[in-house]
């Protein structure tokens, strides 16, 4: 707690130093683009310098990047492709906007990126600010679908930055600290155990873990029905009991209600889709009849408990009609926790504190960016009793655009840019003469200082402010209101970001009209209240970025706490051995069966991707590991599973099995599991993984005795750590 309060003040001193606004421009000497060098050429595919695509790139993550293929310098010769220095951004501009990585090392890229090289400011502080600003920008953008970013408009985003340099140093050296904190779905189990023998946090597990059944640790009980109509939307006094369904959004909170059923409880949900997810209830509070409940008996109640059976009860649904997971199936589940309470305890504070911690941001980006609750926010905040008036856009002014410039009027270069949609808010290119410029602004429409001109097409409603500077404007696809005294551009600034224009709702078309502009609804309060919301907005905008750099960076302490894989392995003497040193293959005995063909029984039938089918018969009886041979779903996450029984497996999946006294299949199925197993796959776009290959792919084991152990541990620990959801879609979005 000492390190999160440390942690903590160095990020809130932060709020305090100056930040100002950059094009992304003006942040990097160069860009890159990329290409695709000729498939039908083997030698250009033979090299070793690195080359990605769109789908090597994780989203919501801007550190993890998969190298799949790799070319040679004749590639680069007879491609589009370029090499680009290290320490760049990689963006995608194409199909795939929003994702982006920073890249340690040389590589090259499809025609689908755009990288940013010779960065001004600091690397990695650079690719997480870019990171949300496209992010928010997709998020702004409504009714649209987003196939893909000109390098203009990209360039001409701006993004927010300390202008000490040394505070940009200390950010990031922030983050390189807190980096990997967030563990990754498939290797958190593993670095949980890492964390334990590397003792961070004083979180020594000395004792003993036990199988424990739910019944034999908790009363089994459930909810029971509550109308929704009975319950309050905003918890008060008269209504101050959380009450929790069925639902995902907001960990299944429904509503408040004025009474309680249980305390400090487990909860799974019984019904439905979401039947078997598990969470722990802290305080008094109310629950549905599709809730099952967990009451402290010989274990209490905790959220390391809660992790633990979450882990494994969506295993143990029904999915026959509507999926179930009933109160006698989950009091028959067995898993296991540690024997001490104490020790419970200590793993349940610190996920506590960290989840609590991420909400408490969470709750702070929602604020500064719920614009629309205007009116009730600043009667609070400034106490501005005035009456706000409803009117429509029409009746305050009306739709103004620039003369129609003609494409033999322009020029690609000159001393007056002439900004088209495409180039709008970015770098111009092309240009009128000063002297149709003067005619033009003196006889026709133009902009005033401060008005915020609008995009109309292409990316409705993009703003920019006209601040004075020399330039003209694509008639009707770039337009302003040119309104009278009665709104202040700073307010109308706030409005347009929250805005939903009249006629378009539920809209394809992708143009913004006149009427459409005319039509829209706007609530007014007096003037000097419009300035006042306008400067308080502007200032809120300036630290919106910052408050998402300090959630990600609470998202990142739960990834540290799961890090130091490296020093563990030191400290253990761990050895390299290939898989076929320590383990055997029985891909012999599998016989695939069409699934017409197949006699029904109970005995699980595997392909690539785990169950497929219930059959009479088995090809196997024993402990294995199955890997997927082709046909994975997931490249990323490659299909890994450890199976204990009779099975019958077909010829997708490759069948091993540990070596006796050399590897504990539990611990083998984990190591794999982490293994980059995705770039030894080969063909097209079924990838395949041989099996010559697999049986010499090296993995670092300890000695059986340890991976024994570390199995052991790993097959309780899985889940612990959740990634939050927001009631939006930014799941799982790292932020800066």
């Not at 501009?93 to 499809?110: E, I, Q």
Request: neutral net charge.
């Amino acid at each position: 707690m000492r390190f999160l309060r440390r942690i903590t003040r160095i990020l809130w001193f932060s709020f305090f130093i100056t930040w100002e606004q950059r094009k992304v421009n003006s942040i990097c000497e160069k860009t890159y683009g990329g290409g695709t060098p000729s498939t039908s050429d083997s030698e250009f595919w033979s090299g070793e310098i690195p080359w990605i695509q769109s789908s090597d790139i994780v989203e919501h993550n801007v550190l993890d990047v998969t190298v799949r293929k790799r070319i040679s310098n004749k590639a680069i010769c007879f491609s589009a492709a370029q090499r680009i220095p290290a320490n760049s951004i990689a963006i995608i501009t194409r199909v795939g906007v929003g994702k982006l990585a920073f890249m340690p090392f040389s590589y090259t890229t499809s025609q689908d990126f755009l990288s940013l090289s010779g960065l001004r400011v600091n690397a990695l502080f650079a690719t997480y600010a870019l990171y949300v600003k496209l992010q928010n920008d997709m998020n702004i953008v409504q009714g649209t679908s987003i196939k893909g970013i000109t390098k203009e408009e990209l360039l001409a985003k701006e993004i927010a930055v300390p202008i000490c340099p040394l505070e940009q140093e200390r950010i990031c050296t922030l983050f390189k600290v807190l980096d990997n904190l967030i563990t990754l779905h498939q290797r958190k189990q593993k670095d949980l155990f890492f964390l334990i023998l590397s003792k961070k946090l004083s979180l020594i597990l000395a004792n003993d873990w036990e199988q424990r059944k739910v019944s034999n640790m908790f009363k089994v009980t459930r909810g029971y029905v509550l109308a929704a109509t009975l319950t309050s939307a905003d918890q008060t006094a008269e209504t101050p009991y959380p009450v929790f369904s069925s639902q995902t959004k907001d960990k299944g909170l429904m509503g408040y209600y004025k009474d309680y059923l249980y305390e400090d409880a487990i909860t799974w949900t019984t019904d439905g889709a979401n039947a078997g997810t598990v969470n722990f209830r802290a305080g008094k509070f109310y629950c549905t009849n599709v809730c099952g409940v967990l009451l402290t008996d010989s274990v209490k109640a905790s959220p390391a408990v809660a992790e633990a059976l979450n882990n494994v009860a969506k295993s143990y649904v029904s999915y026959v009609g509507n999926p179930k997971l009933m109160n006698n199936v989950m009091a028959d589940i067995e898993i296991y926790i540690p024997f001490a309470q104490t020790e419970q305890e200590k793993i349940s504070q610190v996920f506590t504190t960290l989840d609590n911690l991420i909400t408490l941001h969470q709750c702070k980006e929602n604020l500064v960016q719920s614009k629309y609750e205007w009116h009730s926010l600043f009667q609070m905040q400034y106490k501005l009793a005035d009456d706000w008036e409803q009117r429509k856009l029409g009746d305050i002014g009306r739709v103004a655009m620039n003369r129609r410039i003609f494409k033999e009027q322009t020029s690609a270069e000159g001393s007056v840019p002439f900004y088209k949609i495409g180039t709008f808010g970015g770098e111009p290119d092309a240009f009128i003469s000063d002297e149709l410029y003067q005619e033009y602004k003196e006889r026709f429409p133009y902009p005033k200082v401060g008005d915020i001109l609008l995009s109309a097409s292409g990316s409705i409603g993009k703003m920019v402010e006209y601040k004075g500077e020399k330039a003209y404007f694509q008639d009707s696809n770039i337009v302003w209101l040119d309104h009278d005294a009665s709104v202040s551009n700073a307010f109308l600034k706030c409005f347009y970001s929250v805005v939903k224009w009249a006629g378009l709702e539920g809209s394809t078309i992708k143009r913004l009209y006149n009427k459409n502009i005319l039509e829209t609804q706007i609530a007014l309060p007096s003037y000097a209240e419009q300035c006042l919301i306008g400067d308080f907005f502007e200032h809120i905008d300036n630290l919106i970025t910052l408050h998402q750099c300090k959630r990600a960076a609470f998202f990142d302490w739960k990834r540290w706490l799961y890090s130091k894989f490296e020093e563990s392995k030191i400290t253990l003497a761990w050895e390299q051995r290939k898989v076929y040193e320590v383990a055997e293959r029985y891909d012999n005995l599998r016989v695939p069966v069409a699934a017409n063909l197949r006699v029904r029984g109970n005995i699980p039938y595997y392909g690539a991707n785990g169950i497929q089918d219930y059959v009479d018969g088995f090809t196997h009886d024993g402990e294995f590991v199955l890997v997927a041979e082709d046909g994975a779903n997931d490249l990323k996450n490659y299909p890994v599973q450890r199976v204990n029984g009779r099975i019958w497996v077909n010829n997708h999946a490759h069948v091993l099995q540990g070596k006796p006294d050399l590897m504990d299949n539990l611990f083998f199925a984990y190591s794999l599991h982490r293994a980059d197993i995705a770039s030894f796959l080969v063909g097209g776009s079924r990838a395949k993984l041989n099996a010559d290959t697999l049986m010499t792919l090296e993995l670092l084991l300890p000695c059986v005795v340890e991976q024994t152990k570390i199995g052991r541990l790993f097959d309780n620990l899985d889940n612990l750590i959740t990634l939050h959801q927001r009631g939006e879609k930014i799941n799982n979005r790292r932020q800066t």
